[in-house]
């Protein structure tokens, strides 16, 4: 039961956003310092954002020299030239919001690994480079020379290095963004599960995290920036939820012969070092069916993958201890570009990051606040 004051104060707003990762938070960010005024809750079920804003790698990237030659299958050179440069200029939007020590940004260079069998790549390097021309003023794909000294396996045959790429911390993007939306006077619920949005009524039905306590908001707008899980409340969207496997090393007792952010097959396998380990990740495609899930657990073929990957390739003949592993899930969909539209009188949706929550969360809160702005 609710109290005359809970009633009075905490159920009626003028924006309600559902779920708390970085296009949630921007999504009110945006709005409030666009209208003062307004009312805004966030509502998220979990204690941190659910998804993957917390629990991705920290790259601060915009796609690696085979994923872009890859996009080429699936989509025009327009939409893959206008996809970069919103990852891109998402990433500046960023650091120059909330600056690169908040964030723990460092341009520290994007590297990708080929084997032979992928050196066909290499020969469409210049080509690509012309295309994303426009964008940085310069090549951005350039041939690593003296790879022998990164240290990797000998199967490792080139390196393709991109000076534009960096890497930063999630935990302080999002302590960024929650001090600037308490700043504002966003307020944040956590640990409350939406059930069900009415999307002309601008009613939003919900329980505890225990689903003891049912409640129901009203708001004159809605915003649904669930990302991976909004099929729960927008059962037409065109999404397909796609997990991702993090190992974190114990300290490692080896200095690291390189620095930087890397790729692997196709931008599904990344790695950096972090604190003096080794974060590894991704793999997805190695068991594409079993990844589309929304449930928070370990793939062992994919854990395995990775594992053999570390000693075999990254560190070849070295021994290293695992200390924790995680798993974040993004979203997908037909296209890379994410879904912002509206879907009734009152709500609306910014969902389908395609694993570029980091780079693009930002704008597309920003560019969802707009649209709300308009209703």
Not at 193 to 208: F, H, M, Q, R, Y
């Amino acid at each position: 039961m609710f109290s005359y004051w809970e009633k009075k104060h905490f159920l009626e707003y003028d924006l309600i956003v559902v779920g708390s990762g970085f296009v949630g938070l921007s999504t009110a960010i945006h709005f409030k310092a666009k209208h003062p005024r307004s009312n805004i809750l966030v509502l998220e079920r979990g204690v941190f954002p659910t998804g993957a804003s917390t629990k991705n790698a920290g790259f601060a990237c915009f796609g690696s020299l085979t994923e872009i030659l890859d996009d080429f299958w699936h989509m025009t050179q327009d939409e893959i030239l206008a996809l970069v440069e919103r990852r891109y200029r998402g990433l500046m939007a960023i650091e120059k919001q909330f600056g690169a020590k908040n964030l723990g940004y460092v341009q520290s260079n994007g590297y990708e690994l080929l084997e032979e069998s992928q050196s066909e790549a290499l020969d469409q390097m210049g080509a690509v480079n012309k295309i994303l021309r426009p964008i940085f003023k310069e090549d951005v794909f350039s041939l690593v020379k003296n790879r022998e000294k990164m240290g990797f396996a000998d199967q490792i045959n080139y390196i393709v290095k991109n000076k534009f790429e960096g890497e930063l911390d999630p935990g302080l993007y999002m302590t960024s963004l929650w001090k600037l939306a308490q700043e504002l006077g966003v307020r944040i619920l956590t640990g409350i599960s939406v059930c069900e949005i009415l999307k002309d009524e601008g009613i939003v039905l919900a329980e505890d995290g225990a689903g003891e306590i049912n409640m129901e908001f009203k708001a004159n707008k809605i915003a649904i920036c669930t990302n991976a899980f909004t099929k729960k409340l927008w059962a037409e969207s065109d999404i397909q939820p796609g997990r991702g496997l993090i190992l974190l090393s114990e300290p490692l007792d080896f200095k690291i012969p390189w620095k930087g952010t890397f790729h692997m097959d196709r931008g599904y396998v990344y790695f950096r070092q972090i604190d003096g380990r080794l974060l590894l990740g991704g793999a997805r495609n190695k068991d594409f069916e079993g990844e589309k899930s929304t449930e928070f657990e370990v793939n062992p073929k994919i854990k395995s993958h990775l594992e053999k990957l570390a000693t075999e390739v990254i560190f070849p003949s070295k021994t290293i201890a695992w200390d924790m592993k995680w798993t974040g899930i993004m979203a997908f969909g037909k296209i890379k570009s994410p879904i912002i539209q509206q879907l009734g009188v009152n709500t609306v949706a910014a969902v389908r990051l395609g694993g570029m929550g980091v780079a693009i969360g930002w704008q597309v809160g920003k560019e969802l606040s707009a649209l709300l702005s308009k209703m």
